[in-house]
Nanobody, 116 residues
């Protein structure tokens, strides 16, 4: 059974940084596409960043230049480094793993709150 466990969320002031981690078990992590999504109150879940098994990355326009997605296959862990955070980044952040960006597995979510 695939399990994804996120960590690293919290409260930070605007302009600050956080690093989210997603530890995977029960899957062949190195073969999977990984992604971070987020959902703010009253809004739909949106794709923040994705990384293929070849480590090709893609970012939402709103986070380009501020966020960096990466993966460590040896540790079966994916990361999201978030810099220059703004209150608009406040959301629950979800880790995703799958062969593609559909039909995969989700973590439980971790809250990120950015104060102004």
């Amino acid at each position: 059974q695939v399990q994804l466990v996120e960590s690293g969320g919290g409260l930070v002031q605007a302009g600050g940084s956080l690093r989210l981690s997603c530890a995977a078990s029960g899957s062949i992590f190195s073969l999977n596409t990984g992604a971070w999504y987020r959902q703010a109150p009253g809004k739909q879940r949106e794709l923040v960043a994705s990384i293929t098994r070849a480590s090709r990355t893609n970012y939402a326009d709103s986070v380009k230049g501020r966020f960096t997605i990466s993966r460590d296959n040896a540790k079966s862990t994916m990361y999201l480094q978030m810099n220059s955070l703004t209150p608009e980044d406040t959301a629950v952040y979800y880790c995703y793993q799958g062969l593609t960006l559909q039909g995969g597995y989700w973590g439980q979510g971790t809250q990120v709150t950015v104060s102004s």
